[in-house]
């Protein structure tokens, strides 16, 4: 394992050289250290940087040491440990485990995100989140194991507590009125869940695709980001379900989706939906225990939301999964054109290939075969039907600036995957709600023009003038694993998300960042599909994204639900090209109007975002060369051979070493405290000081220092609370009325 990115770190090492005189029959001896008895310390909070990191600490008590050997012959350690028949078991910490689906239950309760119990608990978890230590004295040991004891069978009740929390028909507020579903006769228990998630009325691609969906026709749905897709092929799956004389016992609908989030997104949807009903919803994806799936697909789910390389995995090695496919009413693919890209599209083939063979299919299934003798059965799924829902669907938009090549084309592309699907309608239906924007109706775009090292002072601009639950997209994992301890040092609350982190961190932030609404997720496009996270304000585009694609899918994390948000690129020099691809893409060649930016409190941002960068690059050179060492002392350790400095270091580099340590230390203490400094003032527009407002300076700004007089948690205290949706308003009006 390299060093620095150990998922674990074993502490607490026994103490070194305690000769014991006594009887060694009292003693047990231990093996090699990874055989021992560790027991796992502090809870799951303990979880160190983003990107890489600190997983879990364990530990081990009544260790002792004795030696084998002398000086001159070399000595051998023997650990042992007196025998004791009332020791506790030790835990093991398993940080490589897959999550269980009870593990991933809680990280996606988007429906039911209660905002008044998020902000009651954000202080809380924001401090956790963002300061998190490991537990220090015995006590908070004791304390934390205790806690994770709770956990524990917290997480055992798990099951059982859902069902119990679960709202029954008499929680749904009745006077709330669903009439303008009337358009389609739906359940009952389906119009209870609408009456209890307050769904009035429905978004325009549910009322234009409800009534043809339940009639059975074959569609493919195009609806911007955020419009509701999930319930537009969700209701009429739990309305057949409902309806059926005798009450379908296998596989009725199959939704694949290209990502794991999103596979439990849509899950958590479908079971919300059906809450008053019966219908069985679950999810399988990669990163799960696969024993753990095969358990949830023996309880006969009416509908499995999956990713195709997982679903195949399963099914695929298992006849009894491979037939329940014959049952299957509904085959949905949502976010359809993603499933194209590389990687999904090979699995998904095989799948429908499958699927067709199965439907061909109609008599003397092997389950059904009674002793010897074969038994004609009826097939269910006599009438099945394709549901395909995209928020892209249009070509010009799927350009790829770098290979030139239009996704679309040849192989692989949605003709290809049109044709692999066995449509029973001759005509499927298209309906296409998308507004020649694009993008939802209420979102407000803009950009910044920059050069590529004044990036991260833009940011910090926006996220500290205008304060929201921000999601920034960067282009690669590498310039997440810088940005965010540098917006750390800024004390901006910032959190990592991206491919190559483990699933458990993953959901840990997404559901951190859900719970703070001044948040800002530092993201690859991992995030950017189908993710319905709550009141996201504003997407900024830190890099351009390569495509009008994935411009769309990014911004569409914000302005969700017919809400209003942000969309702002950071367009440098070197991406003027994408930029103009963009612009004739998306606006017809219209340019995005220039985002207002208060140059008179720069300098002062500047300053900060330089400092926190020098310390962050010393840091990190430091870190890496003592990763590099203690890793060095560790292997040395588990082989039992004394750890010669000079000798491994190598007496002249080592003195240089250690004397750069000491430069770059003293470096680092003196940048952290200027920082700090910097950090504990206000920041004043140029001009104006904090103890005399300047004529020149003063404009309106001293309402708002008046305002915000005594409020030491305002940077800005000159400037008004404005949102940056409205001031993008202000200046859309603006180069409207120029024009005119
Ligand atoms: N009829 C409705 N009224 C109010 N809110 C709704 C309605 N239908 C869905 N929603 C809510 O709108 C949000 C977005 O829905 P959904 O995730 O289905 O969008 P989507 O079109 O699939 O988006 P994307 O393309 O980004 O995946 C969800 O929080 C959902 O609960």
Redesign the pocket.
Known sequence: MAPGKRSKSKTNQPKKKTKTASNPDDYETLGGIDSWDWNEIGSQQFMGDESTGFLCLEEISDVEIDYEGDDATGKVAIFKRKKKDNREKGKRANPMAPLAMEDMKDFYD??TFDEEKAAATETHQAAASFTDKPAKSKKDRSDRQKEQQNDDIAMDNAKQGTDAKRPKVEDVDQSVDVSAWGFVKLAEPITHA?QY???????P??AKTLTKALEGRDMVGV??????????F?IPMIQWILQQEERPTGLTGLVLTPTRE?AI??KD?LQ?MAMFTDVKVTAIVGGMSIQKQQRVMKQRPDIIVATPGRYWEIISSNQEYMDQLKHIRFLVL??ADRMLEKGHFEELKKLLTELSNKREVTTEWPEDVQGDTPQKVKQVASKYQTLI???TLDKEIRFNVKSKKKTTAGKGGMADLIDSIEFQDPNPIKIDVTTEKKVASKLMEAKIDCLKTEKDLYVYYFVTRYPGRTILFVNSIDAIRRLVPVFRLLNVEVLGLHAQMQQRQRLKNLDRFKANDKAVLVASDVAA????I?LVEHVIHYQLPRSGEIYV?RS??TA???REGVSLLLCSPDEVKVYHKLCQTLRHGEKYPDFPIDLSILGDMRKRVNLATDLDKIDHTEDKASHEESWLRKMADEMDIEFDEDLVLGKNNKERADQRKQANRGKAYQLRQELSQLLKKQILPMGASARFITGSAASNFVDHMLESEGDASTILPAHAKTRAVDDVKIIRKKKKTSKQ
Do not use: M
């Open positions: 988007l429906d609408l998630y307050k769904f009035t009325e429905p978004t691609i549910q609806a911007e980001t955020g419009s509701g897709k999930t319930l537009a969700g999103l997104q849509v949807h919300n949502d976010e829902y995209t928020a599909r189908g993710l319905d709550p899918h569409g994390r969700r639900a017919n």
